[in-house]
């Protein structure tokens, strides 16, 4: 046997072990995520049958052999009878993927100038003829690009849609498309709620886990294309020698799905970890210690991704504590890593250590725009979607639209830290097409929050998107069994946008749970319609910061935290004349941090959208809303109105019974009973609490 060969079957991922050995599929415990397989009923497929006869992948290296594993397992599974493997697209049907370079029946075809348009994770999938018979082509300029193509060409038969007249043409519209995994050394996640790291560091190098293979699978089956391996609160060991080999073992093994790692950079590791005096980035011993060590990771590493750097916050190290700037800090890291290629993510994510703000969102705008234009070119600066940190509603960051000279990374959270975290079913995707579709008008109408991530709006190359990740070492990667959802959606949502949030949850249902029109109809229903549930039961009308040091349960009346700004009551401002933060023009200003008209509209209490009301202004009590309603009768009635809705979840999810397997159906149902007493909870206690101010009855609904 070839070494590569030999180190592919030790490699083997868990799940082709059962299929190979004719073993029974285990218990349906979420495990397979999206990529189940399960046969189609006869009816269904039928079609496919008659399309599909073989599988032929050309290609040799460790990605073509995934990709040829991928479509054998996925079709046998579906059609649910063994879908041979060939080298010869003899037959008609058959299902021919790779690229023009691994695959001579596909450079035949002589789509090499468009597939060279598309790029190297693009992907062409067509029904075409090879040799006079009629053939399902997956082809790409890259392996990336196959085996994306190949998923494609899967979720089509997993979500029921023909393939007899295919003709697809796709590419990512954003370059990097990032898990941010803010795992510990010590197995531990920061605000991971589905068991430990995923990394087994005690482990590595020497023996890599197969779940990671399933992990760097399920990334690639929707789009990821790199992983940050740590904790942005990061402990300078990450980039020790030893942890380097332990990284290059992971990058090893995810290599062949198309996913590149990073890692999370202690800007004074050369302090901690080095034996220099300083971490002041502009001493050239420092930055040629920086050097040093980018050169130590590519002889490792060669497709190393880069840095992702957390400073100068939350008791993090970083430049201002020798005077300089966030961009002398990032240059420093982008000279050492320019010659290979890699990048540095700089966080926007800033507040004072020593020092409280009037307006702590005022703060990252304040500190990053002036900046603009000093980056390296090989620097993003990484904002989160809103400028506090990921509330159950923010406006969109005022950093997007404001840095035009700079590429901006949008972080968004799919672990959800302030979302009832794996407790509560609460469907992302609506929450980030509100904020990729916002409108910042920083070039005039139409300059949507999306338009500068993906770079459009300033013809850019350089984009990238992160997502915190919600994986760890649950059997379900990610505690809730819908919590899956999130990361499917993220992944889909950074290839592509412009999909619907609708769109991608009845995928994600149909692969995931079941193609019974009533089941997709009623998961998709509870799906949509829970963040703004959620929202509405916990914090509405604009309110943010309404918890404690736990991120979970309601906590209005916080007002004692080690600082002002960690608590609710810096947030809320409740008292007796009214409700909200003043961020207008004559309170903090915030509001000027964005463009005109948008600061206008907001500015004004009659105009602003009631969803960020309190946001933006302090409202008294019998202030009129356009429902009629006074300010005190619409928060009662919010919070009524969101835990009634969860109460129906209950109903919702019942009557799905015997039409989901019993295992996944009773641990949702735990779920949600406990997140709509969760949310009565939320409103007994806000409503209680602000009722404390503004005297006022309870309305009777
Ligand atoms: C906050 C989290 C904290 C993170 C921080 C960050 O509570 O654990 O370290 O964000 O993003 O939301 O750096």
Same mark, same amino acid.
């Given at each position: 046997?070839?070494?590569? +060969?030999?180190?592919?079957?030790?490699?083997?991922? =868990?799940?082709?072990?059962?299929?190979?050995l004719g073993l029974p599929v285990r218990a349906e415990d979420g495990h397979r995520l999206w990529l189940r397989y399960d046969a189609l009923d006869d009816a269904a497929r039928d079609p496919y049958r008659r399309s599909v006869s073989a599988v032929v992948v050309q290609g040799q290296s460790p990605a073509a052999r995934i990709l040829r594993d991928e479509l054998k397992q996925g079709l046998s599974g579906l059609l649910g009878e063994p879908v041979p493997v060939s080298n010869k697209a003899s037959s008609p049907g058959a299902v021919l993927a790779g690229t023009p370079d691994n695959s001579p029946l596909i450079a035949s075809l002589g789509w090499e100038k468009e597939l060279r348009r598309l790029g190297p994770e693009g992907?062409?999938?067509?029904?075409?003829?090879?040799?006079?018979?009629?053939?399902?082509?997956?082809?790409?300029?890259?392996?990336?690009g196959a085996l994306y193509g190949a998923f494609h060409f899967l979720r089509l038969i997993q979500t029921g849609q023909s393939i007899e007249r295919l003709d697809v043409a796709e590419r990512p519209r954003i370059a990097r498309r990032l898990l941010n995994h803010w795992d510990n050394l010590d197995g531990s996640i920061e605000r991971g709620y589905a068991g430990t790291s995923l990394w087994n560091w005690a482990e590595l190098p020497g023996r890599v886990d197969g779940r990671l293979l399933d992990y760097a699978r399920a990334n690639a089956s929707i789009g990821i294309n790199g992983a940050v391996l740590n904790n942005v609160n990061a402990r300078p060991e990450s980039l020790s020698a030893e942890y380097l080999k332990k990284t290059a073992a992971l990058a090893d093994a995810f290599r062949p799905y198309g996913v590149r790692v990073y890692l999370s950079a202690n800007v004074a590791a050369p302090k901690l970890l080095g034996d220099l005096p300083t971490a002041d980035p502009l001493d050239p011993d420092v930055a040629r210690w920086w050097r040093d060590k980018a050169n130590e990771i590519y002889a490792l590493v060669p497709d190393f991704g880069g840095f992702l750097v957390k400073a100068n916050c939350e008791g993090q190290p970083g430049p201002q504590d020798y005077g300089r700037t966030h961009a002398e800090g990032a240059n420093v890291l982008a000279d050492a890593l320019s010659p290979h290629g890699g990048v540095?993510?700089? %966080?926007? =994510?800033?507040?004072?250590?020593? $020092?409280?703000?009037?307006?702590?969102?005022? %703060?990252?705008?304040?500190?990053?725009?002036?900046?603009?234009?000093? =980056? %390296?070119?090989?620097?993003?600066?990484?904002?989160k979607n809103g400028p506090l940190d990921f509330q159950p509603r923010e406006p969109f960051h005022p950093l997007f639209g404001a840095m035009p000279r700079t590429p901006l990374i949008a972080e968004l959270q799919i672990t959800q830290e302030y979302l009832g975290q794996s407790t509560h079913l609460v469907y992302l995707a609506t929450m980030w097409k509100e904020f990729l579709d916002a409108d910042t008008f920083a070039g005039g109408p139409g300059s949507e929050v999306a338009k500068i991530v993906d770079g459009a709006l300033d013809g850019r190359e350089t984009t990238g998107i992160a997502g915190v990740a919600n994986t760890g070492s649950d059997r379900n990667w990610c505690g809730h069994p819908m919590a899956q959802?999130?990361?499917?959606?993220?992944?889909?949502?950074?290839?592509?946008?412009?999909? +619907?949030?609708?769109?991608?949850?009845?995928?994600?249902?149909?692969? +995931?749970?079941?193609? $019974?029109?009533?089941?997709?109809? +009623?998961?998709?229903?509870?799906?949509?319609?829970?963040?703004?549930?959620?929202?509405?039961?916990?914090?509405?009308?604009?309110?943010?910061?309404?918890?404690?040091? #736990?991120?979970?349960?309601?906590?209005?009346?916080? #007002?004692?935290?080690? %600082?002002? $700004?960690?608590?609710?009551?810096?947030?809320?401002r409740a008292n007796v004349q009214g409700l909200g933060f003043d961020r207008t023009r004559g309170g903090s200003g915030a509001v000027d941090q964005y463009h005109r008209p948008l600061s206008d509209l907001w500015n004004d209490p009659a105009a602003c959208p009631e969803e960020l009301l309190l946001w933006f202004h302090q409202r008294p009590w019998d202030a009129r809303l356009r429902s009629g309603r006074t300010l005190w009768e619409e928060l009662c009635h919010r919070y009524g109105k969101g835990a009634e809705r969860v109460s129906r979840f209950e109903q919702e999810w019942r009557s799905l019974a015997g039409k989901i397997d019993e295992e996944r159906f009773l641990a949702v149902e735990r779920k949600i009973r406990q997140q709509a007493s969760d949310a009565r909870d939320w409103r007994e206690k806000c409503v209680t609490y602000f009722q404390s101010f503004s005297r006022r009855p309870c309305p009777k609904d």
């Open positions: 046997m070839k070494s590569s +060969t030999r180190c592919l079957t030790r490699m083997l991922p =868990f799940f082709l072990l059962p299929a190979i992907y062409l999938i067509r029904r075409t003829e090879i040799q006079g018979r009629p053939a399902n082509v997956i082809a790409s300029a890259g392996e990336s540095v993510m700089w %966080r926007a =994510f800033v507040y004072y250590k020593d $020092d409280v703000d009037d307006d702590r969102v005022k %703060r990252a705008y304040g500190e990053f725009v002036p900046l603009d234009g000093l =980056f %390296r070119p090989n620097v993003f600066v990484q904002a959802a999130n990361w499917y959606a993220y992944g889909r949502l950074a290839w592509d946008h412009r999909l +619907t949030a609708e769109e991608i949850a009845g995928e994600w249902i149909r692969m +995931t749970w079941s193609r $019974d029109p009533e089941v997709v109809a +009623t998961m998709r229903k509870m799906m949509l319609d829970s963040r703004e549930a959620f929202v509405d039961y916990t914090m509405p009308l604009g309110l943010h910061h309404l918890i404690g040091g #736990d991120h979970y349960a309601p906590m209005p009346e916080n #007002d004692t935290a080690p %600082r002002a $700004d960690w608590t609710a009551a810096y947030y809320h």
